[in-house]
């Protein structure tokens, strides 16, 4: 994750997962091997069918028109294909449910409507959502939504059958979270502020 689009470079993560699979490199079992993708549709099938790790969809929206803006891909494969090719994945079953990611922004997606027509959504894909609350970067217009929020729209999915994990944030003071490794000067200030959160303990410690 974080490294481009896996299933662009299909050809090339296929063999990186054979040879992670395979009793003469790592023995990796597939259930331990998950493919992340935004929804690049044509390649999926292919990836159940000739390789079969574990799916991961980055999600994050029920609707088209909000998923044009989170994830643009969608323009090009919308919700209703990719969720076809989902159903259809050759590997996903019971035992090797797709996982979603779903990153919970305030007052955007994070509605007891937005959990119900997640639900629905998913009817018939053997899955868990893995819901991620928001990790902010300088300049974002957006906010993670309230801790009661993100509660209540976990219940929901619970509710509905659907394993509904939390993702506890790590690394947000120094913009390392999920989703903040945006642009090499951001990740400058975030050094620098560290920095500067050392230089102030040494301080205080003296």
């Known amino acids: 994750m974080g490294r481009g ?36 549709v044509p ?19 029920v609707r ?16 209703k294909a990719l969720m076809e090719a989902c159903r259809t994945y050759p590997a996903a079953s019971n035992a090797k449910r797709i996982t979603f990611e779903y990153v919970m922004l305030k007052g955007v997606n994070d509605s007891p409507a937005d959990a119900r027509a997640l639900v629905k959504l998913l009817e018939g894909v053997p899955a868990k959502i893995n819901l991620i ?12 939504s309230d801790w009661d929020t993100i509660e209540r729209f976990s219940d929901i999915v619970f ?27 951001e990740k400058l200030s975030a050094r ?7 230089m102030m303990a040494s301080a205080e410690a003296e």
């Open 192 to 198: 620098e502020r560290l920095a500067y959160r050392a």
């Open 133 to 144: 609350p928001f990790n902010p970067w300088p300049g974002t217009q957006y906010e993670c």
């Open 43 to 61: 390649e999926i099938s292919r990836l159940g069918a000739e390789v079969g790790p574990m799916l991961a969809i980055s999600l994050h929206a």
């Open 159 to 185: 509710r509905a059958g659907y394993a509904s994990p939390v993702r506890t944030p790590r690394g947000r003071d120094i913009l390392a979270a999920c989703g903040q490794l945006k642009s090499e000067s």
């Open 5 to 40: 689009a896996p299933l662009y470079a299909y050809d090339s993560v296929a063999e990186a997962i054979e040879t992670l699979a395979d009793g003469d490199g790592l023995g990796l079992g597939k259930r331990r091997i998950t493919v992340s993708t935004s929804g690049v």
């Open 64 to 79: 088209d028109d909000l998923r044009d803006v989170l994830v643009p891909i969608n323009k090009k494969y919308p919700i």
